[in-house]
């Protein structure tokens, strides 16, 4: 029954890989999240999607792609993997963000370590 | 701009006594403020929030903050700690403004209860 979540749980990839994250809701929430965690445990927000439209890009490489073919998922999906990109990167979710209270809710990260 | 500030990087306390764990804010407008707790390895959990009402929001696992408009401060407290509070734990605001919200967090504060 988990609400919000990711896969894979652990990525490990060499420098110049691309690769994806995916994540799933089944809370019925019209607007996802993407948020990196770096190594100092500082969270930042990357993109925001309602009903599959972007929202926010907080001025993110544009290596990082993400795609929501439907409201309830939103991937991740990141060209040319550089060590920078190291960290641990939270999918959320929450209603349509018209009402600034609506809570997110987080999904359980992906760690990502590019060697 | 808003933003939070979680001026200790870690607190030490004793199980059975009581914590606290400090955040301060600054927003221009009316303050939304979060509190979530990452657990070792997990994702981010939901733990209360101040919209607006009473100072004193009651939240999850026993933990409550105290919403202070002269102090700018939303300190989370709990009566009694438990070995198992340990944990990471984030102060957050709503920024919003124009057509999209966002959450912005502070630094995280690392609670250690002591048996």
């Known amino acids: 029954d988990t609400a919000v979540s990711q896969t894979p749980k652990y990525l490990v990839t060499q420098m110049g890989n691309d690769k994806s994250i995916k994540c799933e809701q089944n809370?019925?929430?019209?607007?996802m999240y993407w948020y990196k965690q770096d190594s100092k445990k500082f969270l930042k927000i990357m993109f925001s999607?309602?009903?599959?439209?972007?929202?926010i890009n907080e001025t993110v490489p544009n290596r990082f792609s993400p795609k929501s073919p439907d409201k309830a998922h939103l991937n991740l999906h990141i060209n040319s993997l550089e060590l920078g990109d190291s960290a641990v990167y939270f999918c959320?979710?929450?209603?349509?963000?018209?009402?600034?209270?609506?809570?997110?809710?987080f999904g359980p990260g992906t760690r990502l370590t590019v060697l | 701009a808003q933003s939070v500030a979680q001026p200790e990087d870690q607190v030490n306390v004793a199980e059975g006594n009581p914590l606290t764990v400090k955040c301060t804010y600054s927003?221009?407008?009316?303050?939304?403020l979060f509190w979530y707790v990452q657990y070792p390895n997990r994702g981010l959990q939901f733990l209360l929030k101040?919209?607006?009402?009473?100072?004193l929001v009651k939240g999850s696992y026993g933990f409550e903050a105290e919403f202070n408009k002269s102090q700018t401060s939303f300190h989370l407290k709990k009566p009694s700690a438990l070995v198992s509070d340990s944990a990471l734990y984030f102060c957050?605001?709503?920024?919003?403004?124009?057509?999209?919200?966002?959450?912005?967090f502070g630094t995280g504060t690392l609670l250690a209860v002591q048996p």
């Open positions: 959320a979710s929450s209603r349509w963000q018209r009402d600034f209270t609506d809570t997110q809710y």
């Open positions: 809370l019925g929430h019209d607007t």
């Open positions: 999607y309602n009903n599959k439209e972007l929202i």
């Open positions: 927003v221009s407008g009316n303050p939304y």
């Open positions: 101040y919209i607006t009402g009473d100072n």
């Open positions: 957050a605001v709503m920024n919003y403004g124009g057509a999209t919200n966002k959450l912005i």
